[in-house]
Nanobody
Framework: QVRLVESGGGLVQAGGSLRLSCLAS????????MAWFRQTPGKPREIVAA????????SYVGSVQGRFPISRDNAKNTLSLQMNNLTPEDTAVYYC???????????????????WGLGTQVTVSS
C-alpha cells in the first residue's frame, strides 16, 4: 500500500502563500486518485481539493476555489497544493489522501479514500 508524507506547512500571515507537497512511496502513484483534506479541532475532516489520476480532472471546495490550485507530478510521485491569499479560516491540519482506481479521469470527494498521510499543520495569523 502506498505511503504518503506531507510537507510544506507552517505559520504565515493572512494574505500570504504556502505550497504543500505530498510524496508517495511508490511508482504506482499514477494509479491513485488523490486529494487534500483539512481538519480543525472539533470539526469533521473536509475535502479541500481532488484530482484524478491523469491530472486533468479536478475539483475544489467553494471556499478555496481560485486560491488553492491542486496539481500532481506522476513522474515524481508528488501531489501539490499551492495555497494563495490565505486567511485565518484556512488554519487547519492538512492531509493528503489516496484511492487506487482504474479510472484515469475520475476524482472522489468523500469517504472513498483509504490511504492517508499524517498531516501537516497550516496556521494563518491575522
Amino acid at each position: 500500500q502506498v505511503r504518503l508524507v506531507e510537507s510544506g506547512g507552517g505559520l504565515v500571515q493572512a494574505g500570504g502563500s504556502l505550497r504543500l507537497s505530498c510524496l508517495a512511496s511508490e511508482r504506482a502513484f499514477r494509479s491513485y486518485a488523490m486529494a487534500w483534506f483539512r481538519q480543525t479541532p472539533g470539526k469533521p475532516r473536509e475535502i479541500v481539493a481532488a484530482i484524478a489520476r491523469n491530472g486533468d480532472a479536478r475539483s475544489y471546495v467553494g471556499s478555496v476555489q481560485g486560491r488553492f490550485p491542486i496539481s500532481r507530478d506522476n513522474a515524481k510521485n508528488t501531489l501539490s497544493l499551492q495555497m494563495n491569499n490565505l486567511t485565518p479560516e484556512d488554519t487547519a491540519v492538512y492531509y493528503c489522501a489516496a484511492r487506487q482506481t482504474l479510472s484515469a479521469e475520475r476524482f472522489y470527494l468523500g469517504s472513498e479514500y483509504d490511504t492517508w498521510g499524517l498531516g501537516t499543520q497550516v496556521t494563518v495569523s491575522s
